[in-house]
């Protein structure tokens, strides 16, 4: 080339800021064009773009070089005519050769960790172990300086990459110890920071890039990998096995310095098929000799329900329901084994259950079905309830049995019982309701009340209250559900105005379920609370202490659990009087003289005993109308402050003193871990958060079956961890520990 043309390069390239090495290799490209035209006696001037199609058909055909480097040899001639000849160059006569788009190799981590483990040379180690381990260029790597490395936060600097830029690249662990073996084998004798971390013969130059090809070349026949083992397969491994990992294509893109993302994208295509458990068609239609018994794997939950306990006992329960004539029934113990399915697994209904007991081995297994037996519909169970089921206490006893076999194994923890009560939505429309007058419920304990309330007023030195003559009973306003009649309008805090049903429900320490009761979702928890406990005081006679949230926390409660002789565990309840007035605490009750002090030390006196057991302690006005606290005590016309006590008050501050003893707290807490626990799986696991069923009998049915799969899933699990084995053990070693009631 002339040397005005080459000035001319040299001149364009060092405004552009461009590598010395894009200068040379453009030369050499266009050395050789001017070298063909002048074999073809044609001046480089004077070449038209014929010229230049018959040298690139010289490329292709006479030299057979691949599209790749003949697009090489057509930039830098397109390059050469238009900033040096300043000439146009016609991109649809002088076209880019289509390239054939070829996929890197990338050999997999243990056959790279051979590769660079392997190499006895610990120099060449090292750099292999850079150009794998940090995802280097060779051209990058042979120009490390021993200060790029930084072992403290483990990044190797890459100075004057590809485009000319820097950039920062992870340093294995992996590549830091051999770098520190090879640094203080070759550098023994002193270094300069600066100094190349691989410089060649001549140590003020660094090794080259040819050095390293022919290395791995040497090293690629010695362990007799294939000819497309490059020094650039180290990086594409580095990047596709990143990939691999779930490292992000982003950051892949900044380690190995491309400019596009699109460069860094053709990673997606070498990624391990197998990781990504892509199968192929043929599979799915491949056939095998199986047992049902082996496509259900061995830790599944229906192994370890099947194996808690045998359902067999169901077959005495119902013996009486069937008749010994007609067509053949399904197998009762079938459609409990669907409910129990439907209800642990949390399936949304019983249709949805049979869809995917069809197509679900596991649950195929369970009930004893094979893979092409037709299944029940899904509205056998539904017609066995209304014609065989319903009202014969099927579901209480099949809830007792588990209790029961939940005894038998000692998980039963009965010292302290948990209750508490939840709502659940029933299946009605909130807007579908009429109006209704109905009898306010009396209290449970009325007549010992009204004893209780006599014996008091006697004391007092009032006469007895009057038998009320019998009058028409009290009613009062309710909305009445016209799609569930049974289910209650419910409200409360922030709760949205819903139909629904209530559950007061009763678990041992452990979170076993051990009784409940099922009400209209309009009954409080404490007018449900009596007859669960007396069930419970029968059941369980070791019951010693009863833990309750503060819905519960009333005199007729706590002196109901203080009479049986246990111990009642209640929060602390806040008093509810109106902001800017006095607490009722800050009257001082003095049990001698039978009256309160307010906070002026003034004397609140006895007058009376009302019908609702609540005795009335009253102010002097003379001594209120001065009282420089009268706005924080009443806003009474005539200035007489009220304050009421119940005749039955004294358990409620018993069940103070105990919430301080020690102890208390402790149990009270567990609460969280238990009652709190059963409702919170109940609803988000087992679908309880919405009745599937109306009236009070359907749902009653419905819940005593999740309250029955919840207690057999804790115990199923329970005894495959072989937990029952260990009690049984320490029941055998040390008899004297089970003498006394848990």
């Not at 002339?2 to 050395?31: N, V």
């Not at 056959?111 to 260029?137: E, P, Q």
Request: aromatic share 12%; hydrophobic share 35%; glycine share 6%.
């Amino acid at each position: 080339m002339d040397t005005i043309y080459s000035q001319e390069l040299e001149l364009y390239f060092e405004l552009k800021g461009s590598p010395e090495s894009t200068k040379k290799h453009y030369e050499c490209l266009i050395t050789v064009f001017a070298k063909h035209l002048s074999d073809h006696g044609v001046t480089i001037e004077e070449s038209t773009e014929r010229d230049i199609q018959g040298f690139i058909l010289h490329l292709k055909n006479d030299l057979k070089l691949q599209p790749g480097t003949i697009n090489n040899y057509i930039s830098a001639i397109k390059f050469f005519n238009i900033h040096v000849l300043e000439r146009p160059c016609n991109p649809y006569k002088v076209p880019r050769m289509r390239n054939r788009k070829t996929m890197p190799t990338v050999y997999s981590r243990e056959d790279v960790k051979v590769f660079i483990d392997n190499t006895k040379n610990l120099k060449h180690k090292a750099f292999l172990s850079l150009l794998y381990g940090s995802g280097l260029r060779t051209s990058e790597v042979t120009k490390l300086r021993i200060s790029d490395i930084n072992s403290k936060s483990m990044q190797v600097r890459v100075s004057e990459a590809k485009h000319g830029t820097d950039r920062y690249t992870i340093l294995s662990g992996h590549s830091l110890l051999i770098l520190r073996e090879y640094f203080l084998t070759y550098f023994k004798n002193g270094y300069e920071r600066n100094g190349w971390l691989f410089p060649g013969a001549d140590r003020t130059k660094h090794i080259t890039k040819k050095t390293v090809a022919l290395i791995i070349q040497n090293r690629r026949d010695e362990m007799q990998f294939d000819k497309t083992f490059t020094p650039r397969t180290l990086r594409h491994c580095f990047a596709t096995h990143l990939l691999e990992d779930g490292v992000e294509l982003a950051y892949i893109q900044q380690l190995l310095g491309h400019r596009l993302i699109e460069t860094t994208t053709i990673y997606t295509h070498l990624t391990s098929k197998a990781r990504m458990g892509i199968k192929s068609p043929i599979d799915k239609a491949q056939i095998e000799m199986l047992s049902l018994d082996q496509l259900v794997p061995e830790n599944h939950l229906v192994r370890k329900l099947e194996k808690a306990i045998k359902l067999d006992f169901i077959y005495g329960l119902v013996r009486d329901l069937y008749s010994p004539i007609g067509p053949e029934s399904i197998d009762p113990v079938v459609l409990i084994k669907i409910n129990i399915i439907q209800y642990i697994f949390g399936i949304r209904s019983m249709r949805q259950t049979l869809k995917e007991i069809e197509v679900n081995n596991a649950y195929r297994w369970y009930l004893g079905y094979g893979l092409n037996e037709k299944l029940p519909h899904f509205s056998t169970f539904s017609k066995n309830y209304t014609r065989r089921f319903e009202g014969k206490g099927l579901f209480e006893e099949i809830f007792k049995r588990v209790l029961m076999e939940i005894m038998g194994h000692g998980f039963l923890d009965e010292e302290t019982l948990y209750i508490d009560g939840t709502h659940i939505k029933a299946s009605a429309n909130n807007h579908r309701y009429q109006r209704k007058l109905a009898e306010k419920a009396a209290r449970y304990y009325e007549t010992e009340l009204q004893n209780e309330i006599n014996a008091d007023r006697e004391a007092h030195g009032k006469k007895p209250m009057k038998e009320q003559k019998e009058a028409e009973p009290e009613l009062k306003e309710t909305k009445e559900s016209t799609t569930d009649p049974d289910s209650g309008y419910f409200h409360k805090g922030e709760h949205k105005k819903v139909f629904a049903y209530g559950a007061n429900v009763a678990c041992d320490g452990h979170g076993y379920i051990v009784d409940s009761e099922i009400t209209a979702g309009n009954q409080h928890d404490s007018t449900v609370f009596p007859k669960l406990y007396e069930r419970l005081s029968k059941e369980y006679p070791a019951m010693r202490n009863v833990a309750v949230d503060a819905g519960y926390k009333t005199p007729a409660i706590a002196r109901q659990i203080i009479e049986s002789g246990r111990t009642p565990v209640m929060p602390y309840k806040r008093p509810m009087t109106k902001e800017g007035f006095f607490r009722k605490y800050e009257y001082a009750y003095d049990e001698y003289y039978d009256c309160y002090i307010c906070p002026n030390n003034a004397v609140l006196e006895y007058t009376t005993t009302n019908r609702e057991g609540y005795r009335e302690y009253k102010s002097n006005p003379a001594i209120c109308a001065s009282c420089p606290h009268l706005s924080q005590c009443t806003h009474s016309k005539n200035h007489v402050k009220l304050v009421t006590r119940h005749v039955w008050e004294s358990y409620i501050e018993q069940a103070e003193d105990i919430r301080h003893t020690v102890g208390t707290k402790e149990i009270y807490d567990k609460r969280k871990e238990t009652i709190e626990r059963v409702f919170a799986d109940a609803k988000e696991l087992h679908g309880m958060r919405y009745a599937k069923h109306r009236g009070l009998g359907r749902v009653t049915m419905e819940l005593t079956l999740i309250f029955t799969c919840m207690n057999l899933k804790k115990l199923a699990n329970r005894l495959w961890d072989g937990s029952s084995f260990i009690l049984f053990l320490w029941r055998f070693s040390y008899p004297q520990a089970f003498s006394f009631n848990f």
